[in-house]
């Protein structure tokens, strides 16, 4: 079992408003993401990292920034919610895996948090 | 052109059917490929990897034909419970550089 969190998991707020997603694990896995997903759409990456102090834009232009002071620590911050940023953000992180039927970057996926802009 | 495509679906099916999906890729220099499945509302878990050899886990092969450059995910003996959406995900990577690129996605729905 995959050991990487993420809080809230549901999180309503207002319009303006600052919020960051938290995203923690405890793998030991340089490299971390943030995807954006709403409902039955396809995921899009908006940001990952390669380790510490090492933050990249995804494919999907994103208001959002990350910051990567600690290897286990990925938090997404948005300055000022909008409607539009209504979605479910989901963390992952990866390790080149060596085993079974699951080698390779696997990554491992947080629960997500599901955020309404109000 | 998307650099993965994947046939959106859905894909229903009755228990107990052989149900496969394919999952085409447009960058050569592509290296490892996933099956990844994702429920309703969660987040997507690692199904298996794919291999030039073919490999298989239980009631799931996978097989890679890189001269075609698609992936194949089969799935026997179709269960309720496989009823998902079969992500397909393919890595570039060297260097320090690694870009992962995932499909949008092939919903199954088993009916009894």
């Known amino acids: 079992e995959a050991d990487i969190y993420q809080t809230p998991r549901y999180l309503v707020i207002g319009t303006g408003k600052k919020i960051t997603l938290e995203c923690s694990q405890t793998?030991?896995?340089?490299?971390m993401y943030w995807y954006q997903q709403d409902p039955g759409m396809e995921l899009h990456l908006i940001h990952y990292?390669?380790?510490?102090?090492?933050?990249e834009k995804g494919d999907l232009s994103s208001e959002s920034t990350v910051s990567r002071i600690r290897t286990e620590h990925f938090p997404l911050t948005l300055e000022s919610a909008r409607p539009s940023h209504t979605s479910q953000y989901l963390c992952?992180?990866?390790?080149?895996?060596?085993?079974?039927?699951?080698?390779?970057?696997?990554?491992?996926f947080g629960p997500g948090t599901r955020l309404t802009v109000l | 052109r998307k650099e993965v495509e994947q046939d959106p679906g859905p894909f229903n099916v009755p228990e107990g059917a052989t149900v496969a999906f394919n999952c085409t890729y447009s960058?050569?220099?592509?290296?490892?490929f996933f099956w990844y499945r994702q429920d309703c509302r969660k987040e997507p878990k690692l199904l298996m990897s794919?291999?030039?050899s073919g490999n298989e886990d239980g009631r799931f092969t996978a097989q890679l034909n890189r001269a075609s450059q698609y992936i194949s995910l089969l799935i026997r003996d179709s269960k309720l419970s496989d009823s998902a959406t079969y992500l397909c995900?393919?890595?570039?990577?060297?260097?320090?550089?690694?870009?992962?690129?995932f499909g949008t996605g092939t919903k199954l729905q088993v009916i009894p």
């Open positions: 794919v291999y030039s």
């Open positions: 960058n050569s220099a592509s290296q490892s």
């Open positions: 990292s390669y380790g510490v102090n090492s933050t």
């Open positions: 992952a992180s990866s390790e080149f895996g060596t085993s079974g039927v699951k080698r390779g970057f696997e990554q491992f």
């Open positions: 995900v393919v890595n570039r990577y060297g260097g320090g550089y690694q870009k992962v690129t």
């Open positions: 793998m030991g896995h340089d490299k």
